[in-house]
């Protein structure tokens, strides 16, 4: 019999007539040690939290030479998020190392005067005043990826998460490169993403063993290709544009029109692909592990499926979802709030001190770690009536929420570029597909929830779906 070494902890999961305690992992009783830290911390980043931390607080932990400060009450974030942002504007070394190779500069992990000119151009290339014309394209890749879906017997299982990456990539595929792309073009850089992220490790040894700036990563030949497949579409696409070709308000249209208008921000081709790269990095797989999320949890509460179905058909008639709607649909949006705050695609939000610090009693010493952790803040017992209940109606109504004990895009000048975007997205995809299909997930399925590089299930969800009666509101 193979030896276990490490146990991953139970996962909780309840389903009533009309409750649903939505899974996560046991909290622990009692601390993991040093092998059930390293083997539980390759498994997921949220299954080795003790009980307490799940109630506000600050505390400290050690992994191996490093002291980790958990931040973990509203006022604390917003010290470090906010009042103090730019002693702890750095993300991780690990994350840092993870993704340079295939972002460079890009904003996600540029800091200082890089991050400070970026931002604003970034920010308002995915600025919500342009949702509404990338909007159109988010309908018609999901009434096209719809189509799909039509094809299916009602039998034939497939996994979620997966088919959900496909629509989010094909549609921040479009908004950033425009129509012109082909076919097997997008392809190539939707799968040379997929196959870099599965090759990420959120572990850099280095940097818990004592170098602040993490060990540099070795990168075998089929990581190399998928960054150059990767660099070589994105870079073609821009050349096009520079010399007077590709489509007229795509991303990159906007990018390089920028680029035109501020010289002095001296944007070259290379820092132009970064920042592409990067919305297409971060903009996708965040937006497809909510939905999938969302699907597992309405399968899981018929009565709120029901509720949803109804509002669409009150706002929207016999008739897709439009993102004019989207404003309207109240409930639709609570969802995704709640899935959100349940889920949040990005579960942790380590920083590193510029310079050394104190938060609440704790000193941070230059170079250390203080870790936010929305997966925490979100389930607060003392912040959260029923935290791991699934609840949506918690977000309507004119509801109060604390800015900070609820960040699943982050707060602060860092706050995700692509909040309203991906908010408007989910709601969006969400609706039309509920709208036209009945979801099911493999019935005594139990999703467990691990974070790798977003916060997925683990062996992903298995669903099978069917078409649903014209305009039949029941689910
Ligand atoms: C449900 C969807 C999304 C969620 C939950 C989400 C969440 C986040 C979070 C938590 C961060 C901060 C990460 C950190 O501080 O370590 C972030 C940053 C970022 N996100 Fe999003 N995101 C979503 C969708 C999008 C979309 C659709 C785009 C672009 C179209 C986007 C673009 C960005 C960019 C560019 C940053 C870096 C911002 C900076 O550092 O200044 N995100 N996102």
Redesign the pocket.
Known sequence: MALRLYTPAPVIEEQGEDFFVAPHPRPLSAPPGILGMILGSRHSLIGGWMDESYESGLTTFKVLTREVVLVNTPEHIKYVMVTRHQNFER?SPQ?RRALEVLLGDG??ISEGET?KSR?PL?ADI?HKNRVPAFGRTMKDVTVAFAQGWENYRADEEFELTSAMAELTAEI?SRTIFGHDLGTEAARQVIDGFATYQKSVDNFNLGYWLGSDEGWPILHGPVKKRAVAMVHGVVEGVINAHLAGAGEEGSMIDLLVKRRQKSPELGLDVTALRNEAA??FM??HE??AT?LTWAFYLLARAPWIEKAMLEEIAQICGDRDPTIDDVEQLELCRAVIQET?RLY???PL?PRQAREADKVGDFEVKKGGMVMIAPWLIQRARDLWDDPNHFKPQRFMNGARINTFAYI???VGP?V????N???S??ILCLAILVRRFKVKVRPGYRAEPVCRLTLRALDGVPVTVSRRAESAATP
Not at 416 to 419: K, P, Y
């Open positions: 993300k994350m904003l996600f991050w931002r970034v995915v921040i990067t919305l971060a903009g965040t937006t909510t959100l949040p695609p990005v939000l699943p895009f982050a860092r995700c570029a692509g909040l975007f991906g908010l997205e989910a």
